[in-house]
């Protein structure tokens, strides 16, 4: 098992997975919901849109780091100021188009929720009881709060007809949400919008002397320009006119990371190396490593989380902290963190750890058996290798109690041993000895030997012995049997 290992003031957690290739783990962009309104006359009070009960998306309310987008549009006969009137709204444009019967007045507004988030927004007055104020307003969740739009928004106006087409509109970062949003105002009775080109759309009208109609949804862009297609329903009046809008909601990007090759390679430690490229939607919280024994980085993984000093910025960081374990493959890779998410570099080319260090075998001896008259069988047993395994054991045997000297003889296996038992039996004793073994092994660098035991050979029952006695009379010892005989 990997241990995990803290580095400074570090936590190190154990994580189950991680892919393969280079993975940024954050939310796209979300549709919250949306809101409309409308009101006549709007004189001095302008249209209030509550953003505690949105509808048509993941959620009712806007909360923290969401986008607020907001268009305000009126009918009117002259160039209207036109715009939110809550506080901490940026307007990103204003348009006019001047219509032979009708003139538009349109203003789109943005704000990122912070703190305690807006419970509801207002657009207006336009300042005339005869001028209908149309409002809507989406909630998007994910956007990256540095740059919120990915490129510039356009806009148009034209007349001649009630029914806005939003301009084109070319993003460049994956992710993107483009949203049209058009207006229009119109001599006579107005009609919401429609269109089957968009997603989330909401659409509104005001009624009055000069009516206003409003409609805006989104699309999920995926490459090249994008050009939003007429609103449909609305009004064809050619005294009528109409505003167009396309912005680029641009999704909060982790950082770039990337893999460096391990430095410093020992036994039990290396250096891990990565590099913050980018930062993305804001400066990194955390940065690490991830690293086990697995090529995919999944199983026993283990990881460091270093935080001492952030926020970070772009640069190189290391760790060497880990304990690792010698003459073993390792893959690892570099990640970091921002508000946005996690991302993470690809799994590293692997390295393999230091050999490990090598000693003596531990070898135990354990008690003969077999003992004879003449022979017995020696028994000993690896019980560590030391690090690598044995090139040769046997057994050291004489009848000197610390088999020294000249008569004790060895017996030795050549090949390439682990631990386990091994035995002697082929060799030739005499009858009646105490003789003294110890079992030994050896690997390249050293001989390790167990302790010294000993046994006792049998007795030679095939010897005769002859021994007088009283009489005359002698006694034999012959074939295991005693035998009384008088001697001639």
Known sequence: ???????????????????????????????????????????????????????????????????????????????????????????LNELYSNGSGADTNFSVNWKIMVGTPDTSVVCGPSGSASDALSAAAQVWRGVDPVTMFDVASTSVTDTGTGRPTPPAITPTTAGTIIIPIGAGAIVGTGAVYTTGTLSNFITTTGADTNDSMLGMGSFAWVSGTYTP?????????????????????????????????????????????????????????????????????????????DTVGAPFGTGAFTDSAQTLTCNTTYYYRPYAVN??????????????????????????????????????TLNGNITATGGENSSARGFAWGTNSSLSGGDTSTTTESGSFGT????????????????????????????????????????DASQSRTLRIFGGFMIKFLNGKLILYKKQ
């Open 339 to 376: 508000s946005a998410g996690t991302s993470t570099a690809p799994i590293s080319n692997s390295f393999i750890t230091s050999a490990c260090p090598v000693s003596a075998p531990t070898v135990n001896t354990n008690a003969a058996t077999n003992v004879s008259v003449s022979g017995a």
């Open 229 to 305: 297609a007429q609103f449909g329903g609305g009004t064809t009046g050619t005294g009528d006119s109409w505003t167009g809008l396309t912005l680029a909601l641009r999704p909060a990007i982790p950082p770039t990371v990337t893999t460096q090759n391990a430095t410093s390679i020992g036994q039990t430690s290396a250096t891990f190396n990565g590099n913050i490229t980018a930062i993305g939607s804001g400066s990194p919280s955390e940065r690490g490593f991830a690293w086990g024994t697995s090529s995919d980085m999944t199983g026993d993984t283990a990881t460091t989380s």
């Open 420 to 459: 386990g038992v091994f035995t002697q039996s082929a060799i030739n004793l005499t009858a009646n000895v105490t003789y003294y073994f110890r079992a030994y092994a050896t690997n390249s660098q050293e001989t390790g030997y167990g302790s010294i035991l000993n046994f006792t050979t049998g007795t």
């Open 1 to 91: 098992m990997i241990m995990k290992i803290p580095f400074k003031t570090r936590l190190t957690i154990i994580v189950l997975v991680f892919l393969i290739s280079p993975w940024q783990a954050f939310a796209a962009l979300t549709y919250v919901g949306g809101v409309v309104g409308s009101r006549a006359g709007s004189t001095s009070v302008g249209q209030t849109l509550s953003l505690t009960a949105l509808t048509g998306g993941s959620g009712s309310s806007a909360v923290e780091g969401d986008i607020v987008i907001v268009a305000c549009s009126t009918g009117s006969t002259v160039d209207r100021a036109l715009s939110v009137t809550t506080a901490g709204y940026t307007e």
